[in-house]
């Protein structure tokens, strides 16, 4: 039999070492390890300190523009939104077209497939996209008003060089 009084102080005489060892604390892993006999870090360059102060001033005039680039390019999106779902409605399945091929001036055409069922309609928005302006269509532009003809020359107002 082991003698309890025994095994009272074996467990007295280890506990302070691990008491100890519950205080350490490993280092975090986003601070530097600890510089043992390395000289002290110098001040940042000047022209680091510049040129960091440049970019942040640079940023702090840039940001109202870049807001509102980033409003209008939303906004815009928004816009094109519904066409871009009209064009991919209108695409249907890729199987349905053959391979692209491009022409000499550069045009590439890509052609439905004799075997592939009708296409589907064109949508709202996109047919309302492709529709002409009044000006680019002869057809919904009003008649060009004939010019005025120039006044004839007079050599008198003219100016010699």
């Keep these: 039999m082991r003698n309890p009084l025994l ?3 074996l467990c ?5 070492p691990a008491a100890m060892a519950q205080d350490y604390e490993p280092p975090l892993a986003d ?4 510089s043992e006999g390395l000289p002290a870090p110098e001040e940042p360059d000047p022209l680091e300190r510049g040129l ?3 970019m942040r001033n640079l940023l ?3 940001e109202p523009h870049l807001d509102r680039l980033g409003r209008d390019l939303g906004d815009t999106l928004g816009a094109v939104a519904p066409v871009l779902q009209d064009i991919g409605q209108l695409m249907d399945d890729v199987r349905n077209y053959q391979a692209p ?3 000499e001036n550069g045009d590439i055409l890509i052609r439905r497939r004799a075997d592939a069922p009708p296409p589907p309609p064109v949508g709202d928005a996109l047919r309302d996209m492709l ?6 269509d002869p057809r919904l532009a009003p008649p060009p008003e004939a010019t005025p003809p120039l006044p004839e020359r007079d050599p008198e107002s003219e100016i010699e060089l």
């Design 101 to 103: 091929e491009r022409l």
């Design 52 to 54: 960091e102060n440049f």
């Design 12 to 16: 007295a005489a280890l506990m302070p």
């Design 31 to 34: 601070e530097p390890p600890p």
């Design 7 to 9: 095994s009272l102080i």
């Design 131 to 136: 529709r002409p302006a009044p000006e680019d």
């Design 60 to 62: 702090q005039q840039a």
